[in-house]
Every structure is written in C-alpha cells, then in structure tokens.
T-cell receptor, first 107, second 117 residues
Framework: AQRVTQPEKLLSVFKGAPVELKCNYS??????LFWYVQYSRQRLQLLLR??SRESIKGFTADLNKGETSFHLKKPFAQEEDSAMYYC?????????FGAGTRLFVKA | GAVVSQHPSWVICKSGTSVKIECRSL??????MFWYRQFPKQSLMLMAT?????????EQGVEKDKFLINHASLTLSTLTVTSAHPEDSSFYIC?????????????FGAGTRLSVL
C-alpha cells in the first residue's frame, strides 16, 4: 500500500537556522516523490520533485531508497519560508499526500 | 506555468440541495484531474480521479452517487455534491496533471469552501 508519513505537524526554527522536514514513504514499486508547499492564503504549488534533482528557493531533497525517505532541507531558513509543506508520492496513476508539516520561521 | 481555475471559491447552501464545483485548466489540456477533500488542519484526501471522456475512479469510501464527477472536455471537470448535508461541509480542491515530461506534476485550484446549513 502507498503511504506517506510526515512525523512533524509543526516545526519552528529561527531565521538563519538549518531546517529539515522529514518524509518517509512506503511503496512497493518505483515511486516519484514531490514536495508541495502552501503559503498563507495561496494555493498548493509544487516546490520540487526528486527526479529533477534541483534546488528551489534554497531547498533540496534527496530520495533515499534504502531508508525510504525524501527529507526536505534548507541550510538557512528565511521568514518567507513559513508555510505548510506536503510530501507527496505518485505511484501508478495515483498521488497521495502526507499529513503536512507547518514550518514557522521566527525572526 | 499551468493555471487551474476553480469556481466558486466559497458556497453556502441549504441541506438537501446540490452544489456544482468547476475546475478548469486555463492554458493547457488536462487528460487527468483529481478531486480532493481537506478537513481543517488535515491533509488532502483523494476522492476521485477524473479522466476526460470516461467515468471517474473513486477512492474507497467515497460515494459515487453523492459526489458526481464529470470530465466532459480536456479543460473542464465538475464535482457535484448531491443532496448536500452538513457533514459534507469541507474544503474541496481540484488539481490537473500535465502530460509529457512533467506528467506527474499536479497544478492545483485555489479550492472551494462548502458550507451546508
């Protein structure tokens, strides 16, 4: 069965501190992993996908198949990073989302 | 980037009435659209997958007769909540999937807040 787990509901860090949002998944095949972000009063939007292997807004995420993880990282958090972050997995024709982690970056 | 328009953004209706929500891809053709439901402070729950020209595929536990989905064209999918009741009050979000190299990326509508009195 497909499952995406984001263990932290809320993550609070100070501006300039490193941040890591955890995501673990369960899937029997080869999934495609994504991070979506929802800023206040905005719609959900793609942040990055694992096959692109790129850095967006300073965020990176590496797919670790051994640990079935796709953690989102940023070395220096900014206040504008405060948002709701969802890890998502696409397997076959279906995409499922984790419960989400709210990141709060304090000044 | 791809834009998905969802309408209305907020609707209030009386119990027993039906409500239709539209989801349009404005600048691309979407062969597949998705409908999600989101409860307060919870994640998105996939309700159904809508493919153009064919019947929607509903997730387990979602009543197909209650949540009617029509995907008549490559740019429009509609969700009709029939005989709505207060427990149907929720935030409904649609998304559309782009084809090609970005085939699994989803673009989301802004959502529709349904309040059933």
């Amino acid at each position: 069965a497909q499952r995406v787990t984001q263990p932290e509901k809320l993550l609070s860090v100070f501006k300039g501190a490193p941040v890591e949002l955890k995501c673990n998944y369960s899937y029997s095949g080869s999934p495609e992993l994504f991070w979506y972000v929802q800023y206040s009063r905005q719609r959900l939007q793609l942040l990055l996908r694992h096959i692109s292997r790129e850095s967006i807004k300073g965020f990176t995420a590496d797919l670790n198949k051994g640990e079935t993880s796709f953690h989102l990282k940023k070395p220096f958090a900014q206040e504008e990073d405060s948002a709701m972050y969802y890890c998502a997995l696409t397997g076959g024709f279906k995409t499922i989302f984790g419960a989400g982690t709210r990141l709060f970056v304090k000044a | 980037g791809a834009v998905v328009s969802q309408h209305p953004s907020w609707v209030i209706c009386k119990s027993g009435t039906s409500v239709k929500i539209e989801c349009r891809s404005l600048d691309f053709q979407a062969t597949t659209m998705f409908w999600y439901r989101q409860f307060p402070k919870q994640s998105l729950m996939l309700m159904a997958t809508s493919n153009e020209g064919s019947k929607a595929t509903y997730e387990q536990g979602v009543e197909k007769d209650k949540f009617l989905i029509n995907h008549a064209s490559l740019t429009l999918s509609t969700l009709t909540v029939t005989s709505a009741h207060p427990e149907d009050s929720s935030f409904y979000i649609c998304s559309a999937r782009v084809g090609g190299l970005a085939k699994n990326i989803q673009y989301f509508g802004a959502g529709t807040r349904l309040s059933v009195l």
